[in-house]
């Protein structure tokens, strides 16, 4: 227990170093000694108990079964080959599915917490994981509690536990307590932070004292966070057609036996041939695919800096079309510079700042003093207004570890984009400043006095218009506006809710934040995509709006608002105005909800940026949330669906697109496995009603569906992306996925498919029956070699046609010349391979034995060849006259 002992007991007992923390070496002792930081997660299913899932079908039972009364039968060569497919079937289902389980394990593993430690003397921050016990940690708003910490310097430090204790309203945290050894319960250990817990204000430090599974959430082994495996809305509508089809394909299956029994035909070969038509035509390995697919796009979107924590998001972000984004370093640098100030009544230049000027001097003290970052020349920590400003004193020769040293910081309230403010009190000899720093119109309203000439004098209306001026000549340059006040008091003790009252105003800078080079263009391709961009700043309107405009978000300056003018209006109201608006400012996280929910109540798919702790909300509330990995704490990451390594807006917009190809290329797998199930059924379906002999044996539809359902329809899933995706309109999530004329497509090309095999049979009938006349198609009693001969023509027919009917998928409305024949090597292999195991089942002696096939004669290859590219010729053709009627 350390809760019950004083903080030097603490760091006596454990001997640390609070100056310098532990060494690197000392700690690679330790994480041998103590094992990585992290709680250890259930294992995923074994390849093993994988297999057996995909066996675990009732269909397979029935097939299986079915191949062992044939055996029985006699017919060996049938059992063995259903077997055999049935078997490389589920290993084919199993790698899938492992592919998809580690895909998403990976996933889980990106945006773990980072922890900042002291060691060999620096702070430093480490992934979470390399913590050991006696690291000194620091804690500052946002961040997660990386292990069980005792404390030894808070201030105002609170912490969010809910994740232990179920307490969501965080406690208030105190190195100085030393609590009773009985009964003080978790939540009540305030001088301890627990890991996993959530700091969500000011500052604190301690040493690590457990770690891993030592610790408090460890021992009742909770996880982090549970990130639940739900299907994807995708995979949701994909379930529920597999099983519309399932049924469909059963009945057409059922249909078709009855049929057969009217017709007379062998029962048991009817009875398979259902079973295996059923098998194949039911698309199971969808919901794995979707999977792989969709991790694969993570994986693209991993490399382009924009890191998914949920597979669902990468297919939504294909359906985005309005993004909210933060302006300071998403759409800016965030490489600010100090260029101009206001004070003692002249605005200029920051280079005409007169250090010995006392206002002068006290308005550079107050930015340096009240202040979190570091500057020195060849180190720069903290957030970049704050550096930039203490750059600013750096020219002037205040540098900031001096003066802390000098003007001892004994009090503070830290900064919250709510307030806008920060303020520290600190010891100036004899006397104590309370120095406030903040935008403008908020620290106005806390001054009833200025500093202007050397004296202190009442605030009056002219002097607060002079200073609201200078504020907006700076703001309409695309400055921010940073405004800094103080006041002197006897004592230290003051209490926290005075402090920020009755200041003195000392004066303003202004600084510049350059766009970011590369958000122009992207702003440009959404606008021609459909994808609105909208800004949300926490900086004054003008500055917002003279950099919206820049940017091309915004035209005009009644497309920018004030957050204070949305909080006078109801939400129904805010929905009508807010598509014609692009830039909201002086934003608090509150309002980022309001804006959400207003677009999303007019059907948007909204993506929303944030960083601070109280973004949560609103990027839980958006379809995409999105963090800043740089800047943003691990709040902001936990509750967000997508996370920028390079805080930067054009990452959203490309993983856009990277979403709107992965969501076309899914789509290209359903479309193919379907139009080529169609086409198996129809075939059948329609050969059995005429009363013709079976175009294709049960083997041979389990090897059709071998060859298709696998490689190429996973080659589609990774077709490169289309160049032309952003010149698209934003795809509508409730649009069914048939629609457009995919679903005519899929029909049209499925009917092709089974037309083009039934006419091989009936040729291969004609042929090997020496049939000079055409009807009847197919006449009765036929020899059995004819027949065999006709199914082989039938079965690599179907076989190949599927295979070159991919080519059609890989753009709606391109040629495949257009798109490059070349451009997906995938397909192009997986399409060799299939037509060279087809020829090796043909060919090859062995295998023609047990598929029960005919080696064919030229002539046949040579038809079988013309009438497996007629779907290929078809859809180019068709394309034409889709292009025609686009333009
Ligand atoms: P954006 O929303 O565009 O990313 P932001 O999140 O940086 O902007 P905030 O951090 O909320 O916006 O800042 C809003 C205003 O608060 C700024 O215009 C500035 O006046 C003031 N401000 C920003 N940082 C500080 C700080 N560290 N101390 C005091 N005031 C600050």
């Not at 930067?648 to 697109?657: E, H, Q």
């Not at 090897?703 to 795809?731: C, F, Y």
């Not at 039938?794 to 046609?801: E, G, I, Q």
């Not at 598929?851 to 394309?879: H, M, T």
């Amino acid at each position: 227990m350390w809760f019950d002992k004083s903080k030097e007991e603490v760091i006596k007992e454990l001997s640390v170093d609070t100056i310098n923390g532990i060494t690197s070496e000392e700690a690679a002792k330790r994480k041998e000694k103590y094992g990585a930081n992290e709680l250890t997660e259930k294992k995923g299913k074994s390849k093993l108990r994988l297999f057996f899932e995909q066996l675990n079908d009732p269909l397979i039972y029935i097939l299986l079964v079915a191949a062992a009364i044939s055996g029985i039968l006699g017919e060996t060569a049938d059992a063995v080959i259903i077997a055999f497919v049935v078997v490389l079937n589920a290993v084919i289902g199993m790698v899938q599915e492992s592919k998809a389980e580690k895909a998403l394990e990976a996933l889980k593993k990106l945006a773990t917490p980072k922890a900042i430690v002291k060691r060999d003397g620096e702070l430093k921050e480490i992934p979470s994981e390399d913590v050991v016990p006696g690291d000194i940690i620091v804690l500052d708003a946002g961040r997660y509690v990386p292990c069980d910490i005792r404390l030894i310097e808070t201030a105002n430090l609170k912490v969010e536990e809910s994740a232990l204790t179920g307490e969501s309203v965080p406690v208030e945290k105190d190195a100085e307590l030393i609590l009773d050894s009985n009964g003080t319960a978790l939540g009540d250990q305030k001088n301890m932070a627990f890991m996993s817990t959530l700091a969500t204000y000011g500052r604190g430090s301690g040493v690590a004292v457990s770690t891993g599974m030592d610790t408090e959430i460890g021992k009742i082994a909770k996880m982090l966070e549970n990130q639940e495996e739900d299907l994807t809305p995708l995979q949701k509508k994909l379930a529920e057609l597999g099983k519309m089809l399932g049924i469909a394909a059963l009945g057409i299956c059922a249909v078709m036996f009855l049929v057969a029994i009217i017709q007379k035909r062998d029962v048991f070969e009817m009875f398979l041939t259902a079973i295996s038509l059923a098998v194949a035509a039911i698309p199971e390995g969808l919901p794995a695919i979707v999977t792989i697919v969709l991790a694969m796009g993570v994986q693209k979107m991993i490399k382009k800096n924009a890191i998914v924590r949920k597979l669902p998001a990468v297919e939504t972000l294909g359906a985005v079309n309005v993004i909210c984004s933060d302006k300071t370093g998403t759409l800016t640098q965030n490489k600010m510079t100090v260029t101009r100030f206001y004070a003692d009544n002249y605005l200029g230049n920051i280079n005409t700042l007169k250090i010995d000027n006392p206002i002068h001097r006290l308005l550079l003290e107050n930015l340096v003093l009240c202040n979190d970052a570091t500057y020195s020349e060849d180190s720069k920590t903290g957030d970049p207004t704050e550096i930039a400003l203490l750059e600013a004193g750096f020219k002037y020769n205040l540098i900031k570890a001096d003066l802390d040293k000098k003007r001892t910081r004994v009090n503070e309230i830290p900064f919250e984009s709510d307030r806008k403010l920060m303020t520290t009190v600190n010891e100036y000899d004899d006397k104590y400043y309370v120095m406030t720093k903040g935008a403008t119109d908020n620290l106005i309203k806390l001054c009833n006095k200025a500093y202007i000439n050397g004296e202190i004098v009442p605030i009056t209306e002219e002097i607060k218009e002079n200073i609201t001026k200078a504020s907006i000549a700076m703001s309409n340059d695309a400055l921010r506006v940073l405004g800094a006040a103080f006041k002197t008091t006897e004592s230290k003790d003051i209490e926290i809710d005075s402090l920020e009252k009755d200041l003195v105003f000392i004066g303003l800078v202004g600084m510049i934040d350059p766009p970011r080079e590369e958000v122009k263009d992207s702003i440009a391709e959404c606008k021609k995509s459909g994808i609105k961009t909208i800004m949300i700043t926490g900086d004054h309107k003008n500055t917002a709006f003279a950099i919206a405009k820049e940017l091309g978000i915004a035209e005009e300056e009644s497309q920018a608002v004030f957050g204070a003018e949305i909080d006078k209006i109801s939400d129904e109201e805010l929905a009508k105005k807010v598509d014609n608006l692009r830039v909201f400012a002086r934003v608090s996280p509150e309002h980022k909800v309001r804006i959400v929910k207003a677009f999303k109540a007019n059907g948007n798919i909204v993506s929303m940026t944030g960083d601070g702790v109280n973004d949560a909300p609103s990027l839980k509330m958006a379809d995409i949330g999105v963090a800043m990995g740089v800047t943003g704490t691990d709040v902001a990451k936990g509750a967000s669906d997508m996370i920028l390594t390079d805080d930067n807006f054009s990452t959203i917009v490309s993983a856009i697109k990277e979403g709107r190809n992965v969501f076309n290329n899914i789509k290209k797998s359903i479309v193919f496995l379907l139009s080529c199930n169609i086409g198996e059924i129809l075939s059948l379906f329609f050969a059995i009603l005429f009363g013709w002999p079976s175009p294709l044996k049960p083997v041979h539809l389990l090897w059709v569906n071998l060859i298709t359902d696998s490689l190429p329809a996973l080659s589609l899933g990774a077709d490169p992306g289309d160049p032309d995706v952003m010149k698209e309109k934003p795809r509508d999530p409730n649009a069914s996925l048939f629609a457009g004329g995919t679903g005519a497509f899929l029909i049209l090309n499925g009917l092709l498919i089974g037309f083009l095999t039934l006419v091989a049979f009936v040729v291969g009938i004609k042929v090997y029956t020496g049939s000079t006349t055409l009807f009847p198609l197919v006449p009765k009693d036929i020899p059995e070699a004819a027949v065999t001969h006709a199914q082989t023509m039938a079965f690599v027919v179907l076989s190949v046609s599927q295979l070159f009917h991919a080519l059609n998928l890989r753009h709606p409305s391109k040629s495949i010349f257009q798109v490059g024949v070349f451009t997906n090597k995938y397909l192009i292999g997986s399409i060799l391979i299939g037509i060279f195991l087809q020829d090796v089942v043909i060919t090859v002696p062995f295998f023609r034995n047990v598929f029960e096939v005919f080696d064919l004669l030229p002539r046949d290859w040579f038809l079988v060849g013309i009438l497996s590219i007629v779907p290929l010729v078809v859809n180019e053709i068709a394309k034409i006259f889709i292009r025609a009627r686009n333009k």
